[in-house]
């Protein structure tokens, strides 16, 4: 059954159906709240939020994007109201449990074509960009964590953000340069890297 079938019956009521849409999609929107927010737990607490919001309010999707499409947009605007709700409240950005080696080591494939050192440094590379990606503003993260790690094209981006493809082009060249800011100031990369453009 295709997508736009299985709307149309979660729009009548289809329980099923809606589910359905639900696990063809959890994965997708689980991560994307993961990423914005930097905390499993409410990376899952927001997906639900966004689930529950698509549920409401399914009468109201018409059909111009996928519902794939309009679903990123919930789950990502609910994660956006989070961050400013938690900026407001802490006077400290988000942390993220980077401390946490267990962790890490569950998130972590092993690849036996690298040495031990390379995959230290890898790991070491991958927190200083989470960490720094904590330290951009809600706005910029979103576009990376869309772009860079979700691998949406500026299209697909500027569908859910509601935004012209010139301005999700600028405004990830914008969150890069402020990435890269970040990195560079805490001496995680050197100026001349080109390895988070």
């Given at each position: 059954?295709t997508?736009?079938?299985?709307?149309?019956?979660?729009?009548?009521?289809?329980?099923?159906a809606?589910?359905?849409?639900?696990t063809?999609?959890?994965k997708?929107?689980?991560?994307?709240?993961c990423?914005l927010?930097?905390?499993?737990?409410?990376?899952?607490?927001?997906?639900?939020?966004?689930?529950?919001?698509?549920w409401?309010a399914?009468?109201?999707?018409?059909?111009?994007?996928?519902?794939?499409?309009?679903l990123?947009r919930l789950?990502?605007?609910?994660c956006?109201?989070?961050l400013r709700?938690?900026?407001r409240r802490r006077?400290l950005?988000?942390?993220?449990?980077?401390?946490?080696?267990?962790e890490?080591?569950?998130a972590?494939?092993?690849?036996r074509r690298?040495?031990?050192?390379?995959?230290?440094?890898?790991a070491?590379?991958?927190?200083?960009?989470?960490?720094?990606?904590?330290?951009?503003?809600?706005?910029h993260r979103?576009v990376?964590?869309?772009?860079?790690?979700?691998?949406?094209?500026?299209?697909?981006?500027g569908?859910?953000?509601?935004l012209?493809e010139?301005?999700v082009?600028?405004?990830?060249?914008?969150?890069?340069?402020?990435?890269?800011?970040?990195?560079?100031?805490?001496?995680?990369?050197?100026g001349?890297s080109?390895?988070?453009?």
């Open positions: 059954m997508e736009q079938e299985l709307v149309q019956r979660a729009k009548k009521g289809d329980e099923l809606f589910e359905q849409l639900v063809d999609n959890e997708r929107i689980y991560n994307l709240c990423r927010t930097g905390n499993p737990d409410d990376g899952a607490e927001l997906a639900q939020e966004a689930f529950l919001n698509a409401r399914l009468e109201k999707f018409h059909g111009e994007s996928s519902f794939a499409t309009w990123y789950a990502s605007n609910a956006i109201d989070f709700r938690e900026k006077s950005s988000m942390t993220l449990s980077l401390d946490d080696e267990e890490s080591r569950q972590e494939l092993p690849d690298f040495a031990p050192e390379e995959r230290l440094a890898q070491e590379d991958r927190r200083a960009i989470a960490l720094a990606l904590e330290s951009v503003s809600a706005e979103q990376l964590v869309m772009r860079e790690i979700n691998g949406l094209s500026y299209a697909e981006i569908q859910v953000l509601g012209e010139g301005t082009k600028s405004r990830i060249a914008r969150a890069r340069v402020a990435l890269r800011k970040i990195l560079v100031k805490d001496g995680n990369f050197s001349a080109s390895s988070i453009t």
